[in-house]
């Protein structure tokens, strides 16, 4: 028996079909995400970016911050309380993710990571805390990374959110934050010093 060939040779293999990295992937991904209506700011540091955190919390007078991650908690308590017990009524969540996808400007969060399933989806304001070791290129990375972290005991949910929640009707009407939120932030701090 004779083996069909190949119809796409090219498409099979380790190569990319994207186009290889031009700039920082940390840059790469501030372009993307906000182009896709996501708001980033870069941090030196934990307290710096506490600090913008607070800022922006403060300046929206957003009253309810909702945080069950214990680690970020410890991290923003410091400038402004957090609560872990209302989450439908929130005004803004707070989470971690598992890594940033410069590529797509996507933020990847697990089921495992202690903010749950639904943490950033069901606040209407979401703000992510993630560190510059988090960024990869490519989803491929992402998922590898993954497999690299939790070995056999892949999360039984994996999300990627790429901006806020947009949805368009039949007559192709843009709606934002109406299956999540409407307004997605991530604070990047820099930890490759």
């Known amino acids: 028996m004779q083996s069909t060939p190949i119809p796409f040779s090219k498409s099979e293999g380790k190569s990319s079909v994207f186009l290889p990295l031009s700039q920082e992937v940390e840059v790469e991904f501030a372009e993307k995400f906000t182009e896709l209506g996501g708001k980033f700011a870069f941090c030196i540091s934990e307290e710096d970016a506490a600090q913008q955190c607070a800022d922006l919390i403060i300046s929206n007078k957003w009253d309810s911050v909702y945080c069950i991650d214990p680690t970020i908690s410890l991290l923003v308590e410091k400038k402004f309380t957090v609560q872990d017990t209302d989450l439908a009524g ?20 697990c ?41 056999n005991s ?5 999300t990627f959110a790429t901006g806020p929640s947009r949805t368009a009707d039949i007559e192709k009407t843009l709606v934002v934050g109406v299956h999540g939120p409407k307004e997605v932030y991530v604070f990047l701090i820099d930890d490759k010093l």
């Open 90 to 109: 929130c005004d803004v969540a707070i989470t971690r993710c598992d890594w940033l996808v410069g590529r797509t400007g996507s933020i990847v969060m």
């Open 154 to 158: 892949i999360p039984s949910l994996i």
């Open 111 to 151: 089921a495992s990571d202690p903010s749950g399933r639904n943490t950033s989806v069901y606040a209407p304001i979401h703000i992510c805390i993630a560190y510059s070791s988090q960024m990869v290129y490519d989803i491929k990375d992402a998922l590898e990374g993954i497999k690299v972290n939790y070995g």
